[in-house]
């Protein structure tokens, strides 16, 4: 039986679920669908659209995420707007979620409180899912200024099992920034944890070692028997 993904939250932690998205590939793991949060939602998406876990990781890391920001003219709304980012992901995603081979979720925080965003403009809803409330501003997804889902629910799990229930479940988590995170009720969803990235909107740091971390991890603990 084919399994879903659930990518979590994790600053900027590109390499990381890169490095786990390889180890799938390497399994051959049969994957049906994808949600994903904050960098979850993003190398998730790209990966669902088609995009090798390498070419994933050399795509987000070539240059530093200083480069995809640029100032907001209204700061007290975020120090930054995510349209470079946006502008990227357009060359490489279809226009809506439904056009993606797979099932996918991003993660996002609406004003009415936390979802998964499983239809509609996938740019912006992934966006979306990245918007760290005061660093970027506001993106939004259907008329709604949503940001980074991370605020109320690093994973979304409970989210997209309701929506996709009876599924084998395997789940990568980031430690948060300020330390583990560990989650709570998985509801025998497979877990593979990785370190946090280290990383800052200056520089992403050794983003291969970071992925060989995770792959190797991930490896270790898929792999049957």
């Known amino acids: ?39 979850g939602a993003l ?11 390498r070419r994933v990781l050399e795509l987000l890391t070539a240059h530093a995420p ?31 979620i439904e056009e993606l081979p797979l099932a996918f979720g991003a993660g996002v925080v609406a004003p009415d409180g936390h979802e998964v965003v499983r239809a509609g403009r996938l740019v912006e809803a992934v966006a979306a899912s990245c918007a760290v409330p005061w660093l970027f501003a506001p993106v939004a997804v259907g008329g709604r200024s949503c940001v980074d889902g991370a605020r109320a629910d690093r994973l979304g799990l409970g989210a997209w099992r309701e929506a996709r229930p009876d599924r084998p479940l395997v789940v990568h988590a980031i430690d948060r920034t300020g330390g583990v995170d560990a989650p ?26 970071q992925f060989e971390e995770s792959r190797l991890a991930t490896l270790t603990q898929l792999r049957p028997g």
């Open 1 to 39: 039986m084919a399994h879903d993904l659930v990518l979590s939250s994790g600053f900027l932690a590109f390499a990381r679920h890169a490095g786990f998205l390889a180890a799938v590939e390497e399994l051959r793991l049969p994957v049906d669908g994808l949600c994903g949060t904050s960098s």
């Open 43 to 53: 190398v998730g998406s790209l990966w669902v659209a088609g995009m090798p876990a």
């Open 66 to 96: 200083l480069a995809w920001c640029r100032p907001h003219v209204r700061v007290w709304r975020g120090l930054f707007v995510l349209d470079g980012m946006m502008e990227e992901l357009a060359r490489h995603l279809p226009t809506t």
């Open 184 to 209: 709570t009720d998985l509801g025998g969803a497979r877990l593979v944890r990785s370190a946090r990235s280290g990383a800052s909107l200056w520089s992403l740091g050794d983003v291969q070692r």
